[in-house]
């Protein structure tokens, strides 16, 4: 009965979610970090990208020191990327010498992975003058033992900055995982410099501190341990840096690599290995390991393989005998498959420090590109298991075999009942005969229905998302306790395999997958429901008119124009010419470019950029009505998008459509157009901009309020604030639907906000590279926000209102995490695509994002309306705005 009863039940497809600030070292976790939580660290590089808190001063004053500092105003706690406090920067005691390695060094505290550092000079108000134009790393994981970052090609200096106020940003390629850091200066010539720093990352949950291997055929070509006698010791390396391999060994996700790059790669004939490989892993502390996660090549036509088995031995202490019985798990071989994949390895909750394990070859190859574990950081003491005295150098069985103790009875009665049981373990064994015959035809069934045409609102559709023979169901990790509506999903055979999924040719290809659809009229390719803000003048479509139009449609033309002349969204309207473009269709005052001050520059297009300035005398050029018309004659911070001198006659025209829309929007929760400056080249428009940057950043430095935070002035926000913070957002988009504008980026890295905690949906994201992680592009030119958007927009190119209420569902749940991680942040880009394609099947198998922990349930069933697949079921932002106020205090 049990084995009948997991045949038949579905398992269902979960996400799982990711630890603050960063991430993305993914975690599942009942509990925060340091409570017992479940932990499971799987690195995505491009997300790993968050501030660590030297700018806002988490990192504190008593964790920055340095070798030596010139004076008690440039000591090492004015290090701080952006801050002006001291004299500006950290400076080195005299001038600095070629030979010299003097240092800041920075605490982190506990172990995290950085991908990238921010560095500047001392601006000093512009009276500083010293900055390091190279530098060096130095980390150390204890303090005591230090290692020097060298890059994939061996070079360990980085380049450092060309003035003083600029920010030059170096990734880490490949990461580090410390605790410390020091930054060297570095100069060819005597000279004095100063620095300012900012570091970039996420904390390192897994808690592996190093691992040791042979040699392998294929190196580990960034381990920062020792090699000793054909074995490396005391590091990591490739196996912990975030960067799975591909399914062809042969190709890497590097630059100027050798092929193989990606994987450690070990031959059976080599010494020492020719049964298996011996890895050893050693942890920050005691932890309960459930599972291992093994990243494995499986080419099987040029000899490689995933391992066909692996036993593990655990130990609480460096001096203790290993555990006498190992935790044995044998995998099922595919010769099917080639894609590369992770396994998953049942620990059994075993209590350890350090872990052996012992991978068996299957083939002539065996490649593992990472390798990560999920654990329970505290150890309970009724589940230290006992010290065993054998190790495992003696000749273990592969298999786990259980005796089960059976009471004795009388020859007779034993002969009696012997027919009895032959004839229920024959009838047991023809039922499973018939369960399995008939899942499998209904699998064969279900394929067959999977390659009928379907209907979209009763519409029939022709496109192929994806060949029903070649898909596999996406299988994530355990759902965390704290998800309310897991959905229901399906599984691959072998639940321990995880499918890479590949990105469909079809998507690789747009204008392939077009030219096999019918063309829409012209009227509905140039209709502003394909592309961003559109003016009110134009005639509309209504969702439903949008979504049931003669086919459906890439409509690559449209995603293109999103990426703004700026790298904002918010400029692209139906065709106009410059000619139609008068000076009076503008209703911002021409402001004196001479009094624009430049501060810093926030990002930029490929035809403009956006700086941030002050402004001086502002007040006197804005019109009536104006939110800074009320200040004095004080200078003011505004945002600056500047069109570049190396612009097109089209880049011009849309920059000029950009201001004539901007220039009609009022709204106190809509960014405003302050002014332009349009007399003369470079053309320039002057916006608003908000005290405490972007919504994303500002939730993802703080906790939610209580008395913890109180007592210790950790930054908080309540949960009042937040529900404050979605009516204001719902009712920006509200003004903008009323227009009949679609924004079509709409997410919390587009929401600013000034001290008083108010909000002013702007576009400023795209053009930011802090942000470059949360867009996914196509062919090297498009961008697209694809976790924000809803499945028609990324399917069809349809970018509609109600396209806007799904990515506001999406920017709510941001809110109620906190930005602490990403949408889907388990998912890659391409397994999002994919999602989006199980949405359009509407088969039960779509992949939703969990409810967060302080997002009331009535919230979170808006959120999913939100999401509907069907886009009339879908709220109107009138509708959520009069569902969200009631729920904020006055």
């Given at each position: ?6 045949l ?11 630890d ?15 409570y ?15 501030a ?16 030596s500092?010139?004076?008690d ?44 550092i921010?560095?500047?000079?001392r ?11 190279e ?27 060309k003035?003083t ?26 000279s004095?410099?100063c620095?300012r ?18 040699v392998?055929s ?26 799975t ?25 080599t ?11 050693v ?44 935790v044995?798990?044998?995998t099922v ?7 590369a ?8 909750r ?12 299957a ?21 230290i ?5 054998s ?20 020859d007779?009665?034993e ?19 018939v369960?399995?015959f ?9 394929k067959?229905?999977e ?45 321990h395999?995880e ?26 390719e ?46 692209a ?12 269709d ?24 956006v ?21 004095d ?15 097109t006659?089209?880049?011009?025209n ?15 929760n ?21 005290e ?10 703080r906790?939610i309020?209580s ?21 204001q ?8 639907a ?8 709409l ?18 994201g ?10 996914y592009?196509?062919?090297g ?48 880009d ?32 808006l ?14 932002f009138e ?12």
């Amino acid at each position: 009965m049990h084995l009948f009863l997991l045949l038949i039940l579905p398992v269902p497809a979960v996400i799982g979610q990711i630890d603050p600030g960063m991430t993305y070292l993914q975690k599942e976790a009942s509990q925060p970090a340091g409570y017992g939580g479940f932990l499971l660290t799987r690195v995505f590089l491009e997300h790993c990208r968050y501030a660590l808190g030297m700018e806002d001063g988490r990192i504190k004053d008593e964790d920055i020191t340095a070798s030596s500092q010139w004076y008690d105003t440039t000591g090492p706690q004015y290090a701080r990327l952006h801050c002006d406090n001291g004299d500006g920067a950290w400076c080195p005691k005299g001038p600095l010498e070629p030979s010299d390695s003097q240092y800041l060094q920075i605490d982190l505290k506990k172990l995290t992975f950085l991908t990238l550092i921010g560095t500047q000079g001392r601006y000093a108000g512009n009276l500083g003058k010293e900055f390091a134009q190279e530098y060096r790393l130095n980390y150390s994981r204890d303090g005591q033992l230090w290692k020097s970052w060298k890059n994939r090609q061996g070079q360990g200096v980085l380049f450092g900055n060309k003035n003083t106020y600029a920010v030059s940003s170096n990734d880490l390629k490949p990461p580090i995982i410390a605790r410390f850091v020091r930054v060297i200066p570095v100069t060819k010539l005597s000279s004095t410099v100063c620095m300012r720093l900012e570091l970039y990352g996420c904390p390192w949950d897994d808690g592996l501190i190093s691992y040791s291997a042979p040699v392998a055929s294929l190196n580990d070509s960034t381990y920062d341990g020792v090699l000793d006698r054909r074995k490396l010791s005391g590091g990591l390396g490739q196996l912990t840096d975030g960067m799975t391999g591909l399914d062809d060994y042969l190709m890497t996700r590097q630059f100027n690599v050798w092929p193989g790059y990606d994987y450690l790669g070990w031959k059976n004939d080599t010494p020492g290995t020719q049964e298996y490989v011996e890895m050893e892993f050693v942890f920050d502390g005691p932890r309960n390991f459930t599972s291992m996660k093994v990243h494995s090549n499986n080419m099987f036509s040029r000899g490689v393989k995933i391992f066909s088995s692996v036993s593990c031995w655990f130990k609480l202490r460096l001096n203790s005998p290993w555990e006498a019985e190992p935790v044995v798990f044998k995998t099922v071989l595919d010769d099917r498959n080639p894609s590369a994949r992770y396994v998953t390895v049942p620990l059994n909750r075993h209590a350890a420090k350090y872990v052996r394990c012992r991978f068996h070859f299957a083939d002539v190859w065996m490649m593992f590109s990472e390798i990560s574990f999920l654990s329970e950081d505290t150890i309970l003491a009724s589940e230290i298991p006992e010290i065993g005295t054998s190790a495992p150098d003696e000749d273990i069985s592969t298999t786990i075999t259980t005796k089960t103790a059976v009471p004795s009875s009388s020859d007779s009665s034993e002969e009696g009942n012997m027919p009895i049981l032959i004839g229920c373990l024959v009838t047991i064994i023809l039922l499973l005969v018939v369960i399995i015959f008939l899942i499998l035809w209904c699998q064969c069934v279900c394929k067959v229905l999977e390659k009928a045409p379907r209907r979209i609102l009763d519409e029939e559709v022709t496109v192929r998302l994806s060949s029903c023979s070649d898909t596999i169901i996406l299988q994530t990790p355990p759902v965390p306790p704290r998800s309310r509506h897991p959905p229901a999903g399906t599984t691959h055979a072998d639940p321990h395999y995880e499918r890479i999924f590949l990105l469909d040719p079809q998507y690789q290809n747009p204008v392939a997958l077009r030219n096999k659809l019918p063309e829409l009229p012209q009227s509905a390719e140039a209709s502003a429901c394909g592309g961003g803000y559109a003016e009110p003048d134009v005639t509309q479509c209504t969702p439903h008119q949008c979504f049931n139009s003669s086919a459906p449609h890439y409509a690559e033309t449209d995603i293109v124009r999103l990426q703004g002349v700026t790298g904002s969204n918010m400029y692209a309207v139906p065709a106009l010419t410059v000619d139609s473009l008068t000076r009076k269709d503008i209703s911002a005052a021409e402001f004196p470019r001479q009094q624009l001050i430049f501060r810093e520059k926030l990002g930029e297009g490929q035809f403009g950029e956006v700086h941030l300035c002050e402004a001086e005398g502002l007040p006197d050029f804005l019109r009536e009505g104006s939110p800074l018309q009320d200040r004095d004659r004080r200078s003011v911070l505004v945002a600056v998008k500047q069109l570049r001198a190396d612009a097109t006659s089209q880049a011009r025209n849309d920059f000029l459509k950009e201001i004539k829309i901007m220039s009609r929007l009022d709204d106190p929760n809509i960014i405003r157009l302050l002014c332009v400056c349009v007399s003369s080249d470079p053309l320039c428009m002057v916006t608003e901009y908000m005290e405490n940057g972007d919504l994303n950043m500002f939730l993802s430095q703080r906790e939610i309020e209580s008395t913890l935070t109180h007592a210790n002035n950790i930054p908080s926000v309540s949960l009042s604030d937040l529900l404050h913070m979605a009516v204001q957002i719902s009712s920006g988009m509200r003004y903008l639907a009323s227009l009949n504008f679609v924004h079509r980026d709409l997410a919390t890295r587009n929401c600013l906000l000034d001290r008083r905690l108010t909000i002013k949906i702007a576009d400023f994201g795209m053009s930011r590279n802090l942000y470059s992680s949360d867009y996914y592009r196509i062919q090297g030119r498009a961008v697209l926000p694809i976790r924000w958007m809803a499945w028609e927009s990324i399917l069809l190119g349809k970018f509609t209102t109600a396209s806007d209420v799904w990515a506001f569902g999406v920017t709510l749940w941001e809110v109620f995490t906190l930005c602490k991680e990403q949408p889907y942040s388990l998912l890659s880009d391409e397994q999002v695509i994919e999602n989006s394609g199980e949405f359009f099947r509407n088969q039960g198998r779509q992949v939703f994002l969990y409810a967060p922990p302080l997002c009331p349930p009535s919230l979170f069933e808006l959120m999913m309306r939100c999401w509907s697949r069907n886009i009339l079921d879908r709220p109107t932002f009138e509708g959520l705005y009069q569902a969200l106020r009631p729920q904020v205090n006055p």
